[in-house]
């Protein structure tokens, strides 16, 4: 029998390789990026068109290659940054592995131009799918320009894969910025399809964070610094009530490189305790300079995932940073709101939880809307000839009457029954509804005890109420605003919103674009009058962002979904009787009232016999 095992050809091992490097445009422009700053570049541009999917092009101005050089920095292990296996525990560099040019001229056609200070003349190199297409000197200028076009043009499952052009350009952003933010010294051009999206003059890092997302970061945040001998801590939180609604502006850098880590994640949040209002994720943009021996950076092969040696330490090191940057905010700025949400605890009974002093989640009650019966019942929302659902669980008066009877010994005693028929049925007609934990209510059945979830329940009612006005397309009553809103957004969310912004203007939205990345709101939709616009839009690009692509013919389904979830009532709201019983009535004038549209149980009955069971 022969032998079996061959060597792969280069060209399949570098296109292995490249399916762990590089899985989409922005994993391409996070590797050129860093060659950019490892080469010791002042000024890098970055230049893409079609969400990198035509062109990713970056021109820097740092030391170049030599001929041999160029030539071999597409070669796989092929590396000018470490010589020998010790070299892994002092890097000092943003890359190292020496696989990023070679996997990526495996998947796509690349044109190298690069040129050193001392050299009169340059290099210029075409290759693709590892093929060395021509090799030739060129006039250019000092530095390095790549140019990497169509992007898995040989590997269609990959190019099919990926998401659309404004995803596609979020995720490039989001590297961009994880590379712009530590590197502020030095200056960074950005274009897409032809127009600026960033011009970032070398700067310090609080102006490179204002340049990046906006003016009103200058209040947003707080310093935070610490030295110890494991580790410098330098950076900023975010204060409280600015947290997002998504986790897109949390950045820990470990000597300059970008990392994710739940661990240390946690250290921030635990730091704010309760000033963080639910679901909500603080900003923060944090530096660990640390000794290269304490960690280890050879675990992920994007080098995202780093291990440090003493984890626990740093975590500890960074809570208290963070903590003690908080603190110091609310004793400086005498904040006494914030203040007195921490004093108050514990509440005195029968009082309310009061919501920290954020600006989310303001007291919008959807039901006094409905008291007044406005959109919901001339929708045909609220069919009130449907009463037979809830008739059949309720109990009626003849149940209670039969039960009393039935239970009277005394029958002869008739006013003893008629004091306790009126102590008793008065109470069920009305329903009673007992609230707990201020999430769930609970009410008597026929038949057994049903717990309903006020927040599920709520977001199935607006579920429903949204999905007939998409599907009947009569949104489009919109309400002129007074005063106009402009609201801004960060680059890479400004491009989401203009991919779904016909589907914005559908549901009632008068919106337009103004400005790079600012949108003017004219008008909008009358169901919509008491919300916070900024955080429903906020809140629809949050679903988008985690759908990704959406179909369209679920596009309805999709924006009734976010705006259900956006608007529902949360757990922690107290409710007074009159509005459970309104929102069990509204949740079971529907045919299918046990589900939200993601699944989720709105209610859940104990039946009298499975108590009986339990309990002789
Ligand atoms: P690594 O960065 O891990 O060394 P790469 O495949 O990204 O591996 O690059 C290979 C080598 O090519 C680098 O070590 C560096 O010497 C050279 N190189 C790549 N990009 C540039 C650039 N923009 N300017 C100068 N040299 C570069
Ligand atoms: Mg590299």
């Known amino acids: 029998m022969p032998d079996i095992i061959h060597l792969l050809p280069d060209n399949v091992a570098n296109q292995i390789a490249a399916g762990e490097v590089v899985q989409r445009p922005a994993s391409a422009v996070k590797e050129l990026l860093e060659n950019a700053i490892d080469a010791g570049a002042t000024q890098i541009k970055l230049i893409i068109k079609d969400a990198g999917k035509t062109l990713i092009q970056i021109n820097d101005n740092g030391c170049g290659m030599s001929e041999t050089d160029a030539r071999l920095s597409f070669e796989r292990h092929a590396t000018s940054k470490i010589k020998n296996a010790s070299d892994l525990f002092n890097i000092r560099t943003m890359g190292f592995r020496g696989e990023a040019l070679a996997s990526i001229a495996a998947i796509a056609q690349v044109e190298l131009k690069t040129k050193r200070i001392d050299d009169n003349i340059g290099t210029n190199i075409f290759i693709e799918g590892s093929e060395v297409i021509s090799q030739e000197a060129c006039q250019c200028s000092e530095g390095t320009s790549i140019s990497v076009k169509n992007l898995f043009y040989n590997v269609p499952a990959r190019r099919n894969f990926l998401k659309s052009n404004a995803v596609e350009t979020s995720h490039i952003l989001n590297e961009f910025y994880r590379v712009a933010l530590p590197f502020h010294n030095i200056a960074f051009d950005m274009y897409h399809n032809n127009s600026e999206m960033h011009r970032l003059p070398a700067s310090s890092l609080m102006q490179r964070i204002i340049n990046i997302f906006g003016n009103n970061y200058n209040q947003r945040l707080l310093a935070v610094n610490a030295e110890t001998s494991i580790c410098k801590i330098s950076g900023y939180v975010g204060k409280a009530e600015h947290s997002k609604k998504t986790k897109g502006e949390q950045f820990f850098f470990v000597n300059n490189r970008f990392i994710k880590n739940a661990y240390l994640n946690h250290a921030v949040v635990t730091a704010f305790e309760e000033l963080l209002p639910e679901n909500s994720y603080p900003s923060y943009f944090l530096f660990i300079d640390i000794d290269t021996k304490e960690i280890d950076i050879n675990i992920h092969p994007t080098k995202t995932e780093i291990k440090f040696l003493d984890e626990k330490s740093i975590y500890a090191i960074i809570k208290a940073a963070a903590k003690q940057s908080l603190g110091k905010f609310s004793i400086d700025s005498i904040d006494f709101d914030i203040e007195k949400s921490i004093d108050i605890l514990p509440l005195k009974k029968g009082e309310m939880v009061k919501p920290p002093t954020i600006k989310i989640n303001p007291d919008y009650n959807p039901f006094e809307k409905n008291k007044k019966d406005i959109s919901f019942s001339s929708s045909g929302f609220i069919n009130k000839t449907n009463k037979d659902n809830w008739e059949k669980i309720y109990p009626t008066d003849e149940n209670i009457q039969l039960k009393i009877d039935h239970s009277e010994k005394s029958r002869e005693d008739k006013n003893s029954v008629d004091t306790d028929k009126n102590n008793i049925i008065p109470e069920v007609k009305r329903k009673q509804f007992i609230q707990v934990n201020a999430a769930y209510i609970i009410t008597q059945l026929k038949t057994g005890i049903m717990i309903v979830d006020q ?72 169901d919509l009058q008491e919300c916070n616009t900024k955080q429903i839009l906020e809140n629809l690009l949050e679903q988008y962002k985690i759908t990704g692509n959406v179909p369209t013919d679920e596009k309805n389904i999709f924006i009734a979904k976010a705006l259900a979830k956006s608007l529902s009532i949360k757990h922690g709201k107290i409710l007074q009787q009159e509005e459970m019983q309104n929102l069990i009535d509204q949740l079971f004038a529907f045919p299918s009232p046990d589900k939200t549209a993601d699944g989720k149980n709105t209610f859940y009955i104990i039946p009298f016999s499975e108590m009986e069971k339990k309990l002789h």
């Open 455 to 526: 927040q599920n329940a709520h977001e199935k009612i607006l579920f429903e109420h949204f999905i007939a006005h998409l599907n009947n397309n009569n949104f489009q009553i919109k309400q002129q605003q007074l005063f106009p809103e402009v609201i801004e957004f960060n680059a890479s969310d400004s491009m989401l919103i203009k991919e779904i912004i016909h589907d914005i203007k559908a549901i009632g939205f008068d919106i337009d674009e103004f400005g790079p990345s600012s949108y003017v709101i004219n008008g909008i939709p009358a």
